[in-house]
Protein backbone atom coordinates (compact mmCIF):
# COMPACT_ATOMS: atom_id res chain seq x y z
CA UNK A 1 0.00 0.00 0.00
CA UNK A 2 1.36 3.68 -0.44
CA UNK A 3 0.92 5.14 2.99
CA UNK A 4 1.03 8.91 4.00
CA UNK A 5 2.14 9.53 7.56
CA UNK A 6 1.75 13.08 8.93
CA UNK A 7 3.92 13.90 12.07
CA UNK A 8 6.48 11.36 10.37
CA UNK A 9 9.29 13.64 12.10
CA UNK A 10 7.98 13.07 15.60
CA UNK A 11 8.59 10.46 18.38
CA UNK A 12 6.12 7.93 17.06
CA UNK A 13 5.66 9.01 13.47
CA UNK A 14 9.13 8.77 12.81
CA UNK A 15 9.07 4.74 14.10
CA UNK A 16 6.19 4.06 12.40
CA UNK A 17 7.40 5.02 9.12
CA UNK A 18 10.55 3.03 9.11
CA UNK A 19 7.77 0.02 10.38
CA UNK A 20 5.55 0.09 7.60
CA UNK A 21 8.60 0.94 4.90
CA UNK A 22 10.24 -2.21 6.65
CA UNK A 23 6.79 -4.17 5.56
CA UNK A 24 6.90 -3.15 1.56
CA UNK A 25 4.71 -0.63 1.83
CA UNK A 26 5.34 2.53 0.00
CA UNK A 27 5.77 5.09 2.95
CA UNK A 28 6.21 8.60 2.73
CA UNK A 29 6.12 11.48 5.63
CA UNK A 30 4.95 14.77 5.62
CA UNK A 31 6.01 17.14 8.88
CA UNK A 32 6.18 21.34 9.72
CA UNK A 33 8.99 20.12 12.19
CA UNK A 34 7.26 22.15 14.97
CA UNK A 35 8.16 19.36 17.25
CA UNK A 36 11.69 20.57 17.13
CA UNK A 37 10.62 24.36 17.19
CA UNK A 38 9.20 23.60 21.03
CA UNK A 39 12.24 22.42 21.77
CA UNK A 40 14.03 25.51 21.30
CA UNK A 41 10.55 27.29 22.60
CA UNK A 42 10.96 25.18 25.97
CA UNK A 43 14.60 25.27 25.77
CA UNK A 44 15.12 21.47 26.36
CA UNK A 45 16.40 18.39 23.83
CA UNK A 46 15.64 15.21 23.45
CA UNK A 47 17.39 12.94 26.08
CA UNK A 48 18.66 10.73 22.84
CA UNK A 49 20.20 12.87 20.21
CA UNK A 50 18.60 12.69 16.42
CA UNK A 51 19.27 13.07 13.77
CA UNK A 52 17.35 16.36 10.63
CA UNK A 53 14.76 14.35 9.11
CA UNK A 54 17.05 14.29 5.72
CA UNK A 55 19.67 12.61 7.37
CA UNK A 56 17.33 9.87 8.92
CA UNK A 57 15.55 9.26 5.20
CA UNK A 58 19.47 8.88 3.92
CA UNK A 59 20.43 6.39 6.60
CA UNK A 60 16.73 4.29 5.77
CA UNK A 61 17.72 4.30 2.48
CA UNK A 62 21.40 3.15 3.40
CA UNK A 63 20.69 0.66 5.87
CA UNK A 64 17.19 -0.57 3.90
CA UNK A 65 17.34 0.19 0.47
CA UNK A 66 13.65 1.61 0.67
CA UNK A 67 13.21 5.36 0.34
CA UNK A 68 10.69 7.67 2.24
CA UNK A 69 10.11 10.71 0.47
CA UNK A 70 9.34 13.63 2.72
CA UNK A 71 7.26 16.76 2.35
CA UNK A 72 7.90 19.56 4.59
CA UNK A 73 5.07 21.62 5.53
CA UNK A 74 2.14 22.45 7.50
CA UNK A 75 -1.67 20.95 7.85
CA UNK A 76 -3.06 24.56 8.04
CA UNK A 77 -1.58 25.12 4.60
CA UNK A 78 -4.99 23.91 2.78
CA UNK A 79 -3.04 24.12 -0.80
CA UNK A 80 0.02 22.57 0.40
CA UNK A 81 -2.24 19.44 1.55
CA UNK A 82 -4.31 19.20 -1.34
CA UNK A 83 -0.93 19.04 -3.22
CA UNK A 84 0.99 16.41 -0.91
CA UNK A 85 -2.42 13.91 -1.41
CA UNK A 86 -2.61 14.70 -5.62
CA UNK A 87 1.17 13.94 -5.48
CA UNK A 88 2.10 11.15 -3.56
CA UNK A 89 -1.37 9.21 -4.09
CA UNK A 90 -1.99 7.48 -0.98
CA UNK A 91 -4.07 4.67 -0.10
CA UNK A 92 -4.44 5.15 3.60
CA UNK A 93 -3.31 8.10 5.64
CA UNK A 94 -1.69 8.10 9.25
CA UNK A 95 -2.03 11.02 11.19
CA UNK A 96 -0.25 12.17 13.87
CA UNK A 97 0.62 15.76 12.91
CA UNK A 98 -0.68 17.36 16.02
CA UNK A 99 0.19 19.16 19.30
CA UNK A 100 0.20 16.19 21.76
CA UNK A 101 1.21 17.17 24.94
CA UNK A 102 -1.50 18.07 27.79
CA UNK A 103 1.26 20.85 29.98
CA UNK A 104 1.83 22.58 26.57
CA UNK A 105 -1.87 23.44 25.92
CA UNK A 106 -2.43 23.85 29.64
CA UNK A 107 0.63 27.13 29.52
CA UNK A 108 -1.87 29.72 29.05
CA UNK A 109 -4.47 31.35 26.30
CA UNK A 110 -1.93 31.78 23.25
CA UNK A 111 -0.31 28.01 23.77
CA UNK A 112 -4.25 27.03 24.69
CA UNK A 113 -5.32 28.72 20.98
CA UNK A 114 -2.27 27.47 19.55
CA UNK A 115 -3.07 23.69 20.13
CA UNK A 116 -6.94 23.35 19.27
CA UNK A 117 -6.39 25.74 16.17
CA UNK A 118 -3.42 23.46 14.99
CA UNK A 119 -5.32 20.24 15.72
CA UNK A 120 -9.01 21.40 14.84
CA UNK A 121 -8.38 22.80 11.74
CA UNK A 122 -5.16 20.79 10.45
CA UNK A 123 -7.26 17.85 10.85
CA UNK A 124 -10.66 19.36 9.08
CA UNK A 125 -8.60 20.83 6.28
CA UNK A 126 -6.71 17.36 6.06
CA UNK A 127 -10.75 15.68 5.64
CA UNK A 128 -10.90 17.98 3.09
CA UNK A 129 -8.25 17.31 0.64
CA UNK A 130 -9.26 13.38 1.26
CA UNK A 131 -13.03 13.87 0.03
CA UNK A 132 -12.02 16.26 -2.66
CA UNK A 133 -8.98 14.62 -4.17
CA UNK A 134 -9.77 10.45 -2.89
CA UNK A 135 -12.60 9.85 -0.68
CA UNK A 136 -11.34 6.22 -0.50
CA UNK A 137 -8.14 6.69 1.16
CA UNK A 138 -8.69 5.49 4.89
CA UNK A 139 -7.56 7.62 7.48
CA UNK A 140 -5.59 6.47 10.79
CA UNK A 141 -5.94 9.26 13.02
CA UNK A 142 -4.49 9.44 16.40
CA UNK A 143 -6.82 9.79 19.24
CA UNK A 144 -6.04 9.77 22.87
CA UNK A 145 -7.24 7.30 25.64
CA UNK A 146 -7.42 10.97 27.51
CA UNK A 147 -10.75 12.11 25.52
CA UNK A 148 -12.65 9.73 27.98
CA UNK A 149 -11.00 10.91 31.19
CA UNK A 150 -11.81 8.82 33.66
CA UNK A 151 -15.62 8.06 33.86
CA UNK A 152 -16.70 5.86 36.67
CA UNK A 153 -18.63 3.17 34.10
CA UNK A 154 -16.62 1.02 31.93
CA UNK A 155 -15.00 2.48 28.80
CA UNK A 156 -16.08 0.81 25.28
CA UNK A 157 -14.12 1.22 22.10
CA UNK A 158 -15.75 4.91 21.09
CA UNK A 159 -19.08 3.75 20.63
CA UNK A 160 -21.82 3.29 23.03
CA UNK A 161 -25.39 1.60 23.64
CA UNK A 162 -27.58 3.38 25.46
CA UNK A 163 -31.36 3.18 26.35
CA UNK A 164 -33.03 5.81 27.69
CA UNK A 165 -36.63 6.13 28.36
CA UNK A 166 -37.54 2.94 26.96
CA UNK A 167 -35.72 3.52 23.38
CA UNK A 168 -31.96 2.46 22.27
CA UNK A 169 -29.20 4.19 20.24
CA UNK A 170 -25.31 4.02 19.46
CA UNK A 171 -23.96 7.03 20.30
CA UNK A 172 -20.28 8.28 20.39
CA UNK A 173 -19.03 7.25 23.65
CA UNK A 174 -19.72 10.24 25.93
CA UNK A 175 -16.13 12.31 27.07
CA UNK A 176 -14.70 13.75 29.81
CA UNK A 177 -10.98 14.72 28.83
CA UNK A 178 -8.33 16.47 31.52
CA UNK A 179 -6.74 19.26 29.04
CA UNK A 180 -6.89 21.29 26.59
CA UNK A 181 -4.93 19.08 24.44
CA UNK A 182 -7.01 15.74 25.22
CA UNK A 183 -10.44 18.37 24.31
CA UNK A 184 -8.67 18.83 20.52
CA UNK A 185 -9.01 15.26 19.98
CA UNK A 186 -12.25 15.30 21.43
CA UNK A 187 -13.55 17.66 18.81
CA UNK A 188 -11.30 15.84 16.31
CA UNK A 189 -13.24 12.87 16.73
CA UNK A 190 -16.89 14.54 16.37
CA UNK A 191 -15.60 16.32 13.04
CA UNK A 192 -14.26 12.23 12.01
CA UNK A 193 -17.31 10.88 12.32
CA UNK A 194 -19.44 13.59 10.91
CA UNK A 195 -17.12 12.98 7.90
CA UNK A 196 -17.82 8.92 7.76
CA UNK A 197 -21.81 9.58 8.27
CA UNK A 198 -22.43 12.95 5.78
CA UNK A 199 -19.51 12.10 3.37
CA UNK A 200 -18.83 8.12 3.76
CA UNK A 201 -15.11 8.34 4.43
CA UNK A 202 -13.50 5.68 5.80
CA UNK A 203 -11.76 6.37 8.97
CA UNK A 204 -9.97 4.73 12.33
CA UNK A 205 -9.62 6.67 15.40
CA UNK A 206 -6.80 4.88 17.56
CA UNK A 207 -7.40 6.16 21.16
CA UNK A 208 -4.00 5.59 22.71
CA UNK A 209 -2.61 5.18 25.78
CA UNK A 210 0.91 6.71 27.29
CA UNK A 211 3.58 5.24 25.43
CA UNK A 212 6.81 3.92 26.83
CA UNK A 213 10.23 2.97 25.32
CA UNK A 214 13.00 4.29 22.59
CA UNK A 215 13.88 2.06 20.31
CA UNK A 216 11.93 -0.16 18.09
CA UNK A 217 13.46 -3.06 15.21
CA UNK A 218 13.86 -0.40 13.04
CA UNK A 219 15.38 2.53 14.68
CA UNK A 220 18.11 -0.03 16.87
CA UNK A 221 19.19 -0.65 13.20
CA UNK A 222 21.84 2.46 13.23
CA UNK A 223 22.13 5.39 15.69
CA UNK A 224 21.27 7.78 13.42
CA UNK A 225 17.58 6.44 12.90
CA UNK A 226 17.01 6.97 16.61
CA UNK A 227 13.87 8.50 17.44
CA UNK A 228 13.53 11.10 19.91
CA UNK A 229 12.83 10.13 24.01
CA UNK A 230 11.67 13.50 25.81
CA UNK A 231 12.29 13.77 29.65
CA UNK A 232 11.31 17.66 30.70
CA UNK A 233 8.10 17.96 32.37
CA UNK A 234 5.76 19.02 29.62
CA UNK A 235 6.69 17.04 26.34
CA UNK A 236 8.08 13.66 28.23
CA UNK A 237 5.44 11.13 29.57
CA UNK A 238 5.58 9.46 33.28
CA UNK A 239 7.24 6.23 32.48
CA UNK A 240 9.94 7.58 30.57
CA UNK A 241 10.65 10.11 33.04
CA UNK A 242 10.39 7.91 35.92
CA UNK A 243 13.27 5.73 34.17
CA UNK A 244 15.21 8.63 33.29
CA UNK A 245 14.95 10.04 37.06
CA UNK A 246 16.14 6.85 38.52
CA UNK A 247 19.09 6.90 36.40
CA UNK A 248 20.02 10.58 37.33
CA UNK A 249 19.45 9.45 41.28
CA UNK A 250 16.96 12.08 41.34
CA UNK A 251 13.32 11.35 42.76
CA UNK A 252 10.83 10.28 41.06
CA UNK A 253 8.01 12.97 40.86
CA UNK A 254 4.64 11.25 41.68
CA UNK A 255 2.25 13.95 41.49
CA UNK A 256 -0.61 13.45 44.46
CA UNK A 257 -1.25 10.46 46.41
CA UNK A 258 -0.39 8.26 42.89
CA UNK A 259 -3.99 6.29 42.43
CA UNK A 260 -4.48 8.32 39.48
CA UNK A 261 -4.60 5.57 36.54
CA UNK A 262 -3.90 5.48 33.09
CA UNK A 263 -3.53 3.12 30.10
CA UNK A 264 -0.46 2.02 28.68
CA UNK A 265 1.53 0.26 25.65
CA UNK A 266 5.17 0.26 25.03
CA UNK A 267 6.62 1.80 21.42
CA UNK A 268 7.13 -1.40 19.39
CA UNK A 269 3.04 -2.19 19.84
CA UNK A 270 2.18 1.42 18.48
CA UNK A 271 4.09 0.93 15.42
CA UNK A 272 2.27 -2.61 15.14
CA UNK A 273 -1.09 -1.54 15.84
CA UNK A 274 -0.87 1.25 13.21
CA UNK A 275 0.37 -1.43 10.50
CA UNK A 276 -2.70 -3.74 11.48
CA UNK A 277 -5.15 -0.66 11.29
CA UNK A 278 -3.68 0.36 8.04
CA UNK A 279 -3.73 -3.42 6.30
CA UNK A 280 -7.37 -3.93 7.35
CA UNK A 281 -9.03 -0.20 6.03
CA UNK A 282 -12.20 0.51 8.03
CA UNK A 283 -15.35 0.28 5.55
CA UNK A 284 -16.58 3.60 3.66
CA UNK A 285 -18.60 5.33 6.08
CA UNK A 286 -17.59 3.86 8.96
CA UNK A 287 -16.22 5.73 11.78
CA UNK A 288 -14.39 2.77 13.50
CA UNK A 289 -12.60 3.42 16.86
CA UNK A 290 -9.85 1.20 19.04
CA UNK A 291 -8.33 1.43 22.53
CA UNK A 292 -4.49 1.63 21.65
CA UNK A 293 -3.19 0.34 25.18
CA UNK A 294 -2.04 -3.14 26.55
CA UNK A 295 -2.41 -2.64 30.59
CA UNK A 296 -3.58 -0.10 33.30
CA UNK A 297 -1.31 0.92 36.15
CA UNK A 298 -1.83 3.88 38.53
CA UNK A 299 0.93 5.76 38.44
CA UNK A 300 2.41 4.73 42.47
CA UNK A 301 2.43 1.29 40.76
CA UNK A 302 4.43 2.81 37.70
CA UNK A 303 7.38 4.34 40.35
CA UNK A 304 7.60 0.99 42.59
CA UNK A 305 7.91 -0.73 39.10
CA UNK A 306 10.81 1.66 38.69
CA UNK A 307 12.15 1.42 41.97
CA UNK A 308 12.16 -2.16 41.85
CA UNK A 309 13.43 -2.77 38.52
CA UNK A 310 16.54 -0.33 39.07
CA UNK A 311 19.61 -1.84 40.35
CA UNK A 312 20.42 1.24 42.80
CA UNK A 313 18.27 3.29 45.02
CA UNK A 314 15.42 5.46 44.06
CA UNK A 315 13.72 7.44 45.89
CA UNK A 316 9.71 8.24 45.29
CA UNK A 317 8.66 12.29 45.75
CA UNK A 318 4.86 12.51 45.95
CA UNK A 319 5.09 16.54 44.47
CA UNK A 320 1.58 18.40 44.86
CA UNK A 321 -0.76 17.61 41.76
CA UNK A 322 -0.06 20.17 39.15
CA UNK A 323 -3.08 19.02 37.02
CA UNK A 324 -6.54 18.97 37.70
CA UNK A 325 -7.45 15.15 37.86
CA UNK A 326 -9.23 12.52 39.58
CA UNK A 327 -6.67 11.23 42.70
CA UNK A 328 -8.78 7.73 43.02
CA UNK A 329 -10.79 6.05 40.53
CA UNK A 330 -12.58 3.48 38.62
CA UNK A 331 -10.61 2.12 35.20
CA UNK A 332 -11.86 -0.48 32.88
CA UNK A 333 -11.19 -0.38 29.45
CA UNK A 334 -12.18 -2.29 26.74
CA UNK A 335 -10.02 -3.14 24.15
CA UNK A 336 -10.00 -6.01 22.17
CA UNK A 337 -10.53 -4.28 18.82
CA UNK A 338 -6.39 -4.21 17.73
CA UNK A 339 -5.65 -7.67 19.70
CA UNK A 340 -8.93 -9.48 17.37
CA UNK A 341 -6.51 -7.90 14.19
CA UNK A 342 -3.46 -9.70 15.69
CA UNK A 343 -1.53 -7.54 17.79
CA UNK A 344 0.71 -9.59 20.48
CA UNK A 345 1.30 -7.33 23.16
CA UNK A 346 4.58 -6.63 24.78
CA UNK A 347 3.77 -6.07 27.87
CA UNK A 348 5.84 -3.95 30.95
CA UNK A 349 8.46 -6.69 32.12
CA UNK A 350 11.75 -5.78 34.23
CA UNK A 351 13.56 -6.50 30.89
CA UNK A 352 12.32 -3.95 29.11
CA UNK A 353 12.78 -1.14 31.43
CA UNK A 354 16.34 -2.67 32.10
CA UNK A 355 16.96 -2.06 28.17
CA UNK A 356 15.90 1.28 28.95
CA UNK A 357 17.75 2.25 31.40
CA UNK A 358 20.69 1.65 29.86
CA UNK A 359 19.85 4.18 27.05
CA UNK A 360 19.60 6.68 29.74
CA UNK A 361 22.77 6.01 31.17
CA UNK A 362 24.52 6.62 27.87
CA UNK A 363 22.78 9.56 27.02
CA UNK A 364 22.43 11.05 30.94
CA UNK A 365 24.86 14.03 30.20
CA UNK A 366 22.40 15.53 28.37
CA UNK A 367 20.03 15.93 30.85
CA UNK A 368 18.64 19.35 32.10
CA UNK A 369 17.56 18.35 35.76
CA UNK A 370 15.37 21.70 36.17
CA UNK A 371 12.96 20.82 33.00
CA UNK A 372 12.68 17.97 35.09
CA UNK A 373 10.30 19.55 37.26
CA UNK A 374 6.61 20.84 36.90
CA UNK A 375 6.06 23.87 36.00
CA UNK A 376 2.52 24.18 34.24
CA UNK A 377 -0.30 24.70 37.00
CA UNK A 378 -3.82 23.56 35.42
CA UNK A 379 -5.20 26.26 37.90
CA UNK A 380 -3.03 28.75 36.22
CA UNK A 381 -5.19 31.57 35.03
CA UNK A 382 -7.77 31.65 37.56
CA UNK A 383 -8.44 34.89 39.64
CA UNK A 384 -8.93 33.05 43.78
O1 LIG B 1 6.23 13.19 36.42
C1 LIG B 1 5.05 12.85 36.28
C2 LIG B 1 4.40 12.92 35.03
C3 LIG B 1 3.10 12.53 34.97
N1 LIG B 1 2.44 12.06 36.07
C4 LIG B 1 1.04 11.60 35.95
O2 LIG B 1 1.03 10.58 34.98
C5 LIG B 1 -0.19 10.60 34.25
C6 LIG B 1 0.11 10.58 32.77
O3 LIG B 1 0.81 11.75 32.44
P1 LIG B 1 1.74 11.82 31.11
O4 LIG B 1 2.41 13.16 31.11
O5 LIG B 1 2.58 10.61 31.01
O6 LIG B 1 0.66 11.66 29.95
P2 LIG B 1 -0.47 12.63 29.40
O7 LIG B 1 -0.31 14.04 29.82
O8 LIG B 1 -1.78 11.99 29.70
O9 LIG B 1 -0.20 12.59 27.84
C7 LIG B 1 0.47 11.51 27.18
O10 LIG B 1 -0.40 10.41 27.08
C8 LIG B 1 -1.63 10.68 26.38
C9 LIG B 1 -2.42 9.40 26.43
S1 LIG B 1 -3.56 9.38 27.76
O11 LIG B 1 -2.86 9.63 29.00
O12 LIG B 1 -4.50 10.46 27.51
O13 LIG B 1 -4.20 8.10 27.74
C10 LIG B 1 -1.31 11.13 24.97
O14 LIG B 1 -2.50 11.48 24.31
C11 LIG B 1 -0.38 12.33 24.99
O15 LIG B 1 -0.01 12.69 23.67
C12 LIG B 1 0.88 11.98 25.79
O16 LIG B 1 1.73 13.11 25.89
C13 LIG B 1 -0.96 11.83 34.72
O17 LIG B 1 -1.96 11.41 35.59
C14 LIG B 1 0.07 12.66 35.46
O18 LIG B 1 -0.46 13.40 36.53
C15 LIG B 1 3.08 11.98 37.29
O19 LIG B 1 2.50 11.56 38.30
N2 LIG B 1 4.37 12.39 37.36
Redesign the pocket.
Given at each position: MRVLVLGGDGYLGWPTALHLSDRGHDTAVLDNLARRGYDRELGVQSLVPIEDLDTRVAAWEEVSGRTIPAYTGDLLDADFVYRVLREFAPDAIVHFAEQ????YSMIDREHAVYTQHNNVVGTLNLMYAIAETNPDIHLVKLG????YGTPNIDIEEGWLEVEHNGRKDRMLYPKKP??F??LS?VHDSHNLEFGCRIWGMRVTDL?????YGQQTDQTVRDARLATRFDYD?V?????N??VIQAVLGEP?????A?G?T??FLDIRDTVECIRLAVENPADAGEFRVFNQ?TESYS?SQLAALVAESFAGPVQVEH?E?P?V?QAEHYYNVKHTGLVGLGLQPHLLSETLIESMFDIVSANKDRVDPAALL?TVRWQGPLKR
Amino acid sequence: MRVLVLGGDGYLGWPTALHLSDRGHDTAVLDNLARRGYDRELGVQSLVPIEDLDTRVAAWEEVSGRTIPAYTGDLLDADFVYRVLREFAPDAIVHFAEQRAAPYSMIDREHAVYTQHNNVVGTLNLMYAIAETNPDIHLVKLGTMGEYGTPNIDIEEGWLEVEHNGRKDRMLYPKKPGSFYHLSKVHDSHNLEFGCRIWGMRVTDLNQGVVYGQQTDQTVRDARLATRFDYDAVFGTVLNRFVIQAVLGEPLTVYGAGGQTRGFLDIRDTVECIRLAVENPADAGEFRVFNQMTESYSVSQLAALVAESFAGPVQVEHLENPRVEQAEHYYNVKHTGLVGLGLQPHLLSETLIESMFDIVSANKDRVDPAALLPTVRWQGPLKR
